[in-house]
């Protein structure tokens, strides 16, 4: 099986989830008797190529164009649809970014194919490839195939495969082959402007060694002083999931989550939160998580250390008492 | 401007879910509007209060998504359209969005809004193919919609605290980010308003959409555990109690 991964980089930096998706095409590669090879688009790009080169791939394809300087989602699908053609890979794949999402599934859609989008990790089962994605927001995986010819197109969510398991190339450099692209302004119909940061946040939830998040199970603003009792107790910060903070119940600056922050504190209580992969990508390496919540089967107990199956709005009254008293 | 919202039906959040081969049983638990869609909703609700025009509510699934169709006419839509079709849920996303486009093509619309994702395939994509198969323009995870001049300009949110302004032409296809605004509710002079406006239903098999499937989902189960828990049981206050020890003594957290 002949794999592409389709790295991504902006404003000069990668986006380190190329690397994991390198690292699965590379152990696919491994279970499939395969090979990889990875393509980098963009204008002024030969760093991230030589970088690439340094990883256990067949080749590297460098696509420089003056039109592929900012992200489009036509640039994209126009230049790749060309490179796909002429490269013909089996299997396409790209981590599960933003910039992903806003493309692939188009650019499979040009070539007549479908995207897997979103996998969590593979099988290969007696030659057969088996792509794990999530359904009902974490609460089931399911087993997915491809049907019909390739090549075939697939995203891995971030972190769902470790950067630092990439090989190096064993003799040092794989070749970088610059493949060219015909491309035409008045075929990119949407024009990138600028990019910005929201206001810079005066919390950093990354230092925080104990952190209290809630999620929408505190169902209201006026229930939150019962949450940051307890953190008070405890001395730990106060964090989100999203929804908490789309209500605008608490600033944008403390929710966690693919979106949000990335954290890695020493506690994490996650009160009231059901554990989508999209907040678990964000406190996943928290060294102890406990998780309280009404539903047994809430997703978020699959990576708690402690749980406990109750209603916050008992627990968390009783759990700021025990914690003073500890004290 | 006349404004196309995709509004999928997707089980309640806290309906408890049977596994039923490669879908869920479906006929003990409950159902509502997509979270994400009812953003989208009313950022076309707002767009059009803006800028003049229509909302039509789009919906494929079974008899059932009616219900969803008819919340977003309480809400304000002018009219609905039902894709019927039972087996919705064996569609690949190509198909999926395939069906939705085909549905609203002759509509001609200016705009047509998604949500992010849906809560229940979650696949992500569905917006995109569908600006695909109509050849529109497109731009996704949407957090601000200005429209002057025939011209949309976006705030879109990028990953780790970015944004990026687009400009777009249009027509043109938008998944709207969750968060973007603050949903409303309806009013009781909304659903009385709501019973005379029409919904329109088409079978998907009358749409004549031709799509080999790409994908075949194998079965959906139950995820295993990565981590071992350590569940803590009893009154509230004896839980709590347990916690704080595991979490001094244990751990050695706090
Ligand atoms: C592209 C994208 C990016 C996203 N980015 C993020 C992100 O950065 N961060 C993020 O958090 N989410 C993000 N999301 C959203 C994510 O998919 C989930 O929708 C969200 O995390 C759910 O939040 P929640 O757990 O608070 O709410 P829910 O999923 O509604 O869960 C609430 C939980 O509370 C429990 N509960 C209710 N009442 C009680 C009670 N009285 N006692 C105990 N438990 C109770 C319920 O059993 C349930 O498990 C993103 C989604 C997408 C598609
Ligand atoms: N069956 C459907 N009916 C109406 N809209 C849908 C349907 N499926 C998907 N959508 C729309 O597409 C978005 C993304 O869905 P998905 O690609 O499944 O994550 C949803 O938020 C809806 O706006």
Known sequence: MKILVVAEHRQGKWNNASFETLAAAQQIAGATNGSVSTAVLGKGIVTFADELAAKAVAEVLSVEHDLLADYTPDGYCIALKQLI?????????????????????????????????????????????????????????????FLGAGPWFASFQAGAFRADLVQAHASGKAPINSASVQLDAAQIRTKPLELFKEAKSAVDLTQAPLIVAIGRGIKAPENIPQAEAVAKAMGAEIAASRPICDEGWL???????????????????????????????????????????????????????????????????????????AK | MKIIVCIK???????????????????????????????????????????????????????????????????????????????????????AGKSLAAAVKNENADLILTGLQSDDQGFGQTGVLMA?????????????????????????????????????PLPAVLSIQSGINKVRYATLKGIMAAKKKEIATVTRESLG??????????????????????????TPKEMAAKLVEKLKFEARVI
């Open chain 1, 85 to 145: 053609e002429s490269a013909k890979p089996d299997l396409v794949l790209f981590p599960h970014t933003y910039q992903v999402r806003d493309f692939a599934p188009k650019l499979a859609a040009s070539l007549g194919k479908g995207m897997i989008g979103d996998c969590v990790g593979y099988r290969s089962e007696n030659g057969k490839l088996v792509f794990v994605r999530q359904m009902f927001q974490g609460k089931t995986v399911a087993d997915v195939s």
């Open chain 2, 132 to 168: 695909a198969e109509l050849d529109r323009p497109h731009a996704t995870i949407i957090m601000a919609i200005e429209a002057t001049g025939g011209k949309l300009k976006l705030k879109r949110e990028l990953e780790a605290g970015w944004f990026q302004w687009v400009e777009c």
């Open chain 1, 251 to 325: 600033p944008m600056e403390r929710q966690i989550g693919s979106s949000g922050q990335t954290v890695a504190p020493k506690l994490y209580l996650a009160l009231g939160i059901s554990g989508a992969i999209q907040h678990v990508v964000g406190m996943k390496g928290a060294r102890t998580i406990v998780a309280i919540n009404k539903d047994q089967n809430a997703p978020i107990f699959e990576i708690a250390d402690y749980g406990v199956v109750g209603d916050i709005f008992e627990i968390m009254p009783a759990l700021t008492e025990e914690l003073q008293k």
């Open chain 2, 209 to 234: 959409v031709i799509s080999e499937p790409t994908q075949r989902v194998e079965k959906i189960y139950v995820p295993s555990k990565t981590k071992k828990t350590e569940f803590l049981t009893g």
């Open chain 2, 9 to 95: 039906q997707v089980p309640a959040k806290d309906a408890p879910l049977a596994i039923a081969g490669s879908w869920i049983k479906e006929s003990d638990i409950g159902f509502e509007m997509n979270e994400p869609d009812s953003f989208a909703l009313e950022e076309a609700l707002r767009l059009k209060e803006k800028h003049g025009g229509e909302v039509i509510a789009l919906s494929m699934g079974p008899e059932r998504v009616k219900q969803t169709i008819k919340e977003a006419l309480a809400k304000g839509a002018d009219r609905g359209i039902h894709i019927a079709d039972d087996k919705f849920f064996e569609l690949d996303p190509l198909a």
